[in-house]
């Protein structure tokens, strides 16, 4: 079995200040981990992927994100807030099970002030 | 290029009436294709999975079903809806069956059940 946990439902930083979005997973295998974003009304977007190849992910709109295996955690930062990353943040897991399955957690809205 | 349809976009329907919702997948053959349900606050939850034509696997025993008539089409029904299926419906599709390979999600479509 797994899951996922996205501390903090909503998160509000301001414009040009670091963004920080947590997600703790729990799998039965070494898994494979997933953020994508949600804009208002719209369906989800990729935003970077873990697949073991390297613990720090690069992914686009200057999103990254590092696995921790002892920490079981899978962070996303950004280092600048820009008023247009503000939207909804999933976080998803995915085990070796043969089929692509996700499970995801329950999303953290961003929120940017100027 | 792969692009993924879904519609209608927003759909009002009245208690105990059916549903039809299609999605439908270009660019790609052999897709695996999803249906999730996003409820605020809730995530998303997956509902149907179709690894091939007419295979169809249940996530969640409720009052919806799928089909997956051609290799590209996904469909979503109900015989009689009730107040709680009302949400945010998303359709997305993968390649491949390990876990590494992302979804990718189409446009949703809002049922407001009345």
């Known amino acids: 079995a797994q899951s996922v946990t996205q501390l903090g439902s909503h998160v509000s930083v301001s414009e040009g200040a670091l963004v920080l979005l947590r997600c703790n997973y729990s799998?039965?295998?070494?898994?494979?981990l997933f953020w994508y974003v949600q804009y208002p009304n719209q369906g989800l977007q990729l935003l970077l992927k873990y697949t073991s190849a390297a613990t720090l992910v690069k992914g686009i709109n200057g999103f990254e994100a590092e696995f921790k295996k002892s920490e079981t955690s899978f962070h996303l930062t950004k280092p600048s807030a820009h008023m247009s990353d503000a939207a909804e943040y999933f976080c998803?897991?995915?085990?070796?099970?043969?089929?692509?399955?996700?499970?995801f957690g329950k999303g953290t809205m961003l929120l940017v002030s100027p | 290029s792969q692009t993924i349809h879904q519609w209608p976009a927003t759909l009002v329907q009245p208690v105990g009436s059916p549903l039809s919702l299609e999605c439908t997948v270009e660019?790609?053959?052999?897709?695996?294709l999803y249906w999730y349900r996003q409820a605020a606050g809730r995530g998303l939850q997956l509902l149907f999975y179709s690894v091939g034509i007419g295979q169809i696997s249940s996530e969640v025993p409720q009052n919806l079903s799928a089909s997956r008539p051609q290799d590209r089409q996904f469909i979503l029904s109900s015989k009689k809806l009730l107040l709680s299926d009302s949400g945010f419906y998303l359709c997305?599709?993968?390649?491949?069956?390990?876990?590494?390979?992302?979804?990718?999600f189409g446009p949703g479509t809002r049922l407001t059940v009345l």
């Open positions: 998803a897991v995915s085990g070796d099970s043969g089929y692509s399955t996700l499970t």
């Open positions: 997305a599709w993968s390649i491949g069956l390990a876990g590494e390979n992302e979804q990718f």
């Open positions: 799998s039965s295998v070494p898994p494979y």
């Open positions: 660019g790609t053959s052999n897709p695996n």
